[in-house]
């Protein structure tokens, strides 16, 4: 006799292996192969971010991704996180045919992420997932009216978005968290994601005082606030998010 969870888990193994900054958010060990997901954001970032992270661990280990219909996605953003470009498909125009074109992705590439346009018909999506789990690959569903897809098993949304890396008021972004809710057969749970690498712990100095002059710039909007007499401190905004 073997518990439910111990045979699930030996299925799981012939999935493909996830990267370590999505692992919590899936409610299976590695990808199940067969299923459609669906990513969605609840606000205007993090999207993109979750959606690379979720093919950086199957690109890695040898499995072919392809992304449909992103147009505006950068090849320095599928290097940062992680994504095997050589062996990532690009179909950033595939037009009004969209569908045939994930179709016949799925006969060759493992996993296929594809933002959709409009409307889909349940009967639409329903074939679609059943050719995904003919050929025994992974369809991501992501934007628009994608989150809606009835053949869905599990549907990841971003709630909330932080980068870091700008200081106050200069740098570069480097780490972002997010917080990802996920939807698996009625369930709800909620994880963090770190798809750039988890931020360091900032150093601590002895003094709370900031030298504002340090950086040897000085933004418009603080220009404007010295001459209406508001401190420097008072106009320090938190990271961006």
Do not use: N
């Not at 888990?9 to 590695?30: F, H, K, N, Q, Y």
């Amino acid at each position: 006799m073997r518990r439910a969870s111990d045979v699930a888990r030996s299925i799981d193994t012939d999935g493909l292996p996830l990267s370590t900054a999505v692992e919590s958010v899936l409610p299976w060990p590695r990808l199940r192969r067969g299923t459609t997901l669906t990513v969605a954001s609840a606000g205007p970032a993090g999207l993109t971010s979750l959606l690379l992270a979720l093919l950086a661990g199957p690109s890695g280990s040898g499995a072919w991704c392809a992304l449909v219909g992103a147009p505006t996605v950068s090849a320095s953003a599928i290097r940062r996180s992680g994504v095997d470009a050589s062996r990532l498909a690009l179909v950033p125009h595939p037009g009004d045919r969209w569908e045939s074109v994930v179709g016949a992705l799925l006969e060759g590439i493992d996993v296929v992420a594809v933002h959709v346009p409009g409307h889909i018909s349940p009967s639409r999506a329903a074939r679609l997932s059943a050719k995904t789990r003919r050929q025994k690959g992974v369809l991501v569903a992501f934007g628009g009216d994608g989150t809606d897809w009835p053949q869905a098993e599990a549907r990841l949304t971003v709630e909330q978005s932080t980068w870091y890396g700008l200081g106050w008021g200069r740098g570069l972004l480097r780490h972002c968290e997010l917080t990802v809710s996920t939807r698996h057969h009625g369930r709800r749970a909620t994880a963090t994601v770190w798809p750039y690498g988890v931020r360091p712990e900032p150093v601590r100095r002895e003094t709370e005082q900031i030298d504002i002059g340090a950086a040897g710039v000085t933004s418009l909007a603080e220009h404007r606030q010295k001459r209406k007499g508001v401190s420097a401190r008072a106009i320090l905004r938190p990271p961006l998010s």
